[in-house]
Structures are given as structure tokens and as C-alpha cells.
């Protein structure tokens, strides 16, 4: 069966960092563009980062560039994001998903498996 699990998530102080990782299991990342996606409550979601399946290329969200970094290992099947000086507004379930086509955007209808989440919430 093919899965993405997402872990990492927490409770942060703002200012804070955390690492999220996505571990996929019952297939292998290599040929997969991974992206990490974030829906905070009453909005929609929003793509914030995302890397191709060799790690060369990457991108981001305005609203995060700067702070995150999205990286991966694939002897490991695992992708992360690297999350620094984080704010209140960054709060929201993130979403790590897999897209086997040829383009690199944060466009979630591009991504073919999606992993179930992990809350991330930044408050004092």
C-alpha cells in the first residue's frame, strides 16, 4: 500500500523551529517531485515548498522563504522541512504529497499521494 506519513509537528513558541519529515512506505520517492502543502482553519490550502525528485530544485512560498528549507534523502524515503523563526500565522495542518509528473510547482491537483498531516501550531 502506498503511504506518506508526515511527523515532526508540535507546539512551538514563536521564534521556535521545527523539522517535519515525510517517510513514504510501500514505494520509493526517487522519481517523485514531494511537496509540503499547509491548510490553517477556514482557509484553503496553500502549497509552501516543494523539491524534484533529485533534490536539485526547489521552491517556496513568499510568505516562507527565508525560513524554510525543504530537503530530502532518498536512501532514506524521506523528505523534510526545515522550519525556522516560526510565526502564529504558520499555524495549520501540513500535508507532505507526491507528484510523478515533470513540473516543480506548488499546485496541489499536480500531486498524486498525499500523506494524512501533521499540526503544526506556533503560540506563546
Known amino acids: 500500500q502506498l503511504q506518506l506519513v508526515e511527523s515532526g509537528g508540535g507546539l512551538v513558541q514563536p521564534g521556535g523551529s521545527l523539522r517535519l519529515s515525510c517517510a513514504a512506505s510501500?514505494?520509493?520517492?526517487?522519481?517523485?517531485?514531494i511537496g509540503w502543502f499547509r491548510q490553517a482553519p477556514g482557509k484553503e490550502r496553500e502549497g509552501v515548498s516543494c523539491i524534484s525528485s533529485s533534490g536539485g530544485s526547489t521552491n517556496y512560498a513568499d510568505s516562507v522563504k527565508g525560513r524554510f528549507t525543504i530537503s530530502r534523502d532518498n536512501a532514506k524515503n524521506t523528505v523534510y522541512l526545515q522550519m525556522n523563526s516560526l510565526k502564529p500565522e504558520y499555524t495549520a495542518v501540513y500535508y507532505c504529497?507526491?507528484?510523478?509528473?515533470?513540473?516543480?510547482?506548488?499546485?496541489?491537483?499536480?500531486?498524486?499521494?498525499w500523506g494524512q498531516g501533521t499540526q503544526v501550531t506556533v503560540s506563546s
Open positions: 510501500g514505494f520509493t520517492l526517487d522519481y517523485y517531485a
Open positions: 504529497a507526491a507528484c510523478s509528473g515533470l513540473l516543480l510547482e506548488r499546485i496541489d491537483a499536480l500531486y498524486d499521494y
